[in-house]
């Protein structure tokens, strides 16, 4: 007789409950009006709280516990406290989900259990974590990770849900539908924890569970195409921090190869929709992703360039030019690793990492490769990001692009064809900087000075070694050429300085911790280009030398005032201090009478 009376609830008043509940809660109140945003929820949440009383008679009803009782019970407590996060009422929700657990206490893998327990473990994570405490967060997604583990490899059939528990279905019945339903709620689980690992400070874990949730969204079908796309070309970005570029460009073709091959029914999509918000969310992404790709190639060339840089070129190299040498040294660099995870394996992915290297460069040709790729995805995302538009962004990528330049540079050993490099690098950082209005742009427009004045100083390198391999005197056309550099370098970094001025138009006494370093280097730069400049007239060398003297006694004086500045610039400080011993005994001697 008991028996009958919980079987007829359970499959009749009760499952029309359950599926009218459900309804409510998960279809009809997308649609809930402004002004009663909770209003489908909180009449699910009505439901939900009778199926709970009736449930509760019937197991005070029942003689002996009654199993499919206990796993109902858990799981209206589950969608309760679901219900009551969703309205911000996440303290009464985290009540009801701990109910559910203690009623699945000791029975989480069971086959009517498993479910109810990852998503009520999840529930738990995510409501720590909002509450700032990862810590605690992490251990409820991996108990949730745990029962999933050990469901699959102890049990590895579909488990129930919920609706199922109410129908009465039979083992035999479930299928590929209810087994989706745990691998979705496990997704859950590796893409929360991609998150606390990041905010604990393990990037090594949070980028492994970061390509785990892309490849299981995959396999899963579970995505939206430029989400996931931008999803992964933002993971090759970790990777390239830590120079493991097999792993990037991975990442980075699996996120073409899925924005292209759904770039056509997005596009129309799109369209059918009008919808101009999300058409430029869309190219937005695009943009981004293209900026990833750039990113690898810059990442590639500055890894290659320093790798060259700290090389110890072998004794036995010593009489062939020594950037040839270095370079040559480069082509036993980090040999490429092999992914960790797959994410995708289609042919086409294979076919876009092949179309970029993953080994660090060695000669100009390869380098020249690599450049000729990225400044194309850069001209791609300009054509989202432009100048009227997304300004900040345009001039990012405007430095991306003479960044390039001036990696490309240090694989050219033509010193003229190196000043040509760097001379685009000026032109095109002026050419951005006359379109800014320092007044609404100011932290942006002081970037491109001090880039601009780092690159007229890298010229004037250029040229005074290009006289010296000569080994004669300068011609009176190199001397008026290397003078307007340092001209132009030393105006430059004045602009800069200027632009901390106060309405006195004097410098402040003391600068911020992120402005320190660049001020008082461009007080450095402006003593070496003083010292530069080349003079015949004994008083006019003399004027630059003291300029020059100026320039580091300036950083001296700053350091013995603010002594915690000196951190941020001790080599230059270092040599500062020697500078403005040595330098006025120079003075003496260029004007002592013959």
């Known amino acids: 007789m008991e028996a009958n009376k919980r079987n007829q609830y359970f499959t009749g008043e009760g499952i029309e409950d359950i599926k009218r509940a459900l309804s409510l809660e998960e279809i009809e109140s997308k649609n809930d009006p402004v002004e009663e945003p909770y209003k489908s929820k909180y009449e699910a949440r009505a439901i939900f709280l009778v199926i709970k009383l009736n449930l509760m008679q019937l197991k005070n009803d029942v003689t002996d516990s009654d199993d499919r009782i206990r796993f109902a019970l858990a799981g209206i407590e589950l969608a309760l406290g679901s219900n009551f996060i969703s309205t911000e009422e996440p303290s009464t929700g985290e009540k009801h989900i701990i109910s559910c657990l203690k009623l699945l206490e000791g029975r989480e893998k069971d086959r009517e259990c498993c479910l109810t327990a990852v998503k009520a473990l999840n529930h738990l994570g995510i409501l720590w974590e909002e509450r700032g405490e990862s810590e605690k967060s992490l251990q409820y997604f991996i108990q949730s990770e745990t029962i999933y583990a050990k469901y699959l490899e102890e049990i590895g059939l579909p488990p129930y849900d919920l609706i199922d528990i109410f129908e009465g279905a039979t083992a035999d019945t479930l299928g590929k539908g209810q087994q989706k339903l745990l691998e979705s709620a496990h997704t859950y689980t590796v893409y929360y924890l991609a998150q606390v690992y990041r905010n604990i400070q393990n990037p090594d ?105 700290n090389a110890v070129v072998d004794p036995a190299t010593q009489g062939i030019d020594k950037l040839a040498a270095t370079l040559e040294y480069v082509a036993g660099g980090k040999p490429a690793s092999h992914c960790e995870v797959i994410i995708c394996d289609s042919p086409q992915v294979m076919r876009f990492e092949e179309e970029v290297g993953d080994k660090l460069v060695c000669t100009f040709e390869e380098a020249r490769a690599v450049f000729l790729g990225s400044q194309q995805w850069l001209n791609k995302a300009k054509e989202f990001y432009s100048l009227n538009d997304h300004a900040a962004d345009y001039v990012e990528i405007i430095q991306d692009h ?79 050429k290397i003078n307007m550099l340092c001209r132009e370098c030393i105006q430059c970094f004045q602009q800069f300085l200027d632009s901390f001025n106060d309405r006195a138009g004097e410098l402040p006494n003391k600068f911020s911790t992120d402005s320190v370093r660049p001020v008082l280097l461009a007080r450095f730069y402006m003593g070496r280009a003083y010292s530069k400049l080349i003079e015949l007239d004994v008083n006019k060398k003399a004027a630059h030398i003291q300029q020059s003297i100026n320039c580091y006694q300036y950083l001296v004086d700053y350091c013995l005032q603010q002594p915690d500045a000196e951190a941020a610039v001790q080599t230059e400080v270092e040599l500062c201090r020697e500078m403005v011993n040595l330098l006025p005994l120079k003075i003496q001697r260029l004007l002592r009478p013959c």
């Open 205 to 309: 874990k949070s980028s492994h569970y970061c390509r785990i949730t892309l490849k299981r969204q995959l396999d899963l079908n579970d995505y939206d195409a430029a989400d996931w796309a931008l999803n992964s070309a933002t993971l090759s970005q970790y990777y390239l921090s830590q120079e493991e570029f097999t792993q990037a460009r991975h990442c980075l073709a699996c996120a073409r190869f899925i924005l292209e091959q759904s770039d056509q029914n997005d596009k129309a999509h799109l369209a059918d929709l009008d919808d101009t918000v999300k058409s430029e969310q869309y190219a937005r992404k695009t943009a981004d992703i293209s900026r990833c790709w750039a990113k690898y190639g810059i990442q590639l060339l500055q890894s290659s360039r320093d790798k060259a840089l």
């Open 402 to 480: 003479t960044l390039l330049f001036k990696l490309l540079a240090f694989f050219e050993i033509d010193f003229d064809r190196k000043c040509k490099m760097h001379k685009r690098r000026a032109d095109m950082l002026r050419s951005a900087l006359g379109e800014l209005s320092a007044e609404h742009y100011l932290l942006v427009c002081r970037q491109l000075i001090f880039e601009m004045a780092e690159t007229y100083s890298e010229l004037v390198d250029l040229k005074v070694a290009l006289i010296e391999e000569h080994s004669a005197p300068p011609s009176a056309h190199a001397v008026k």
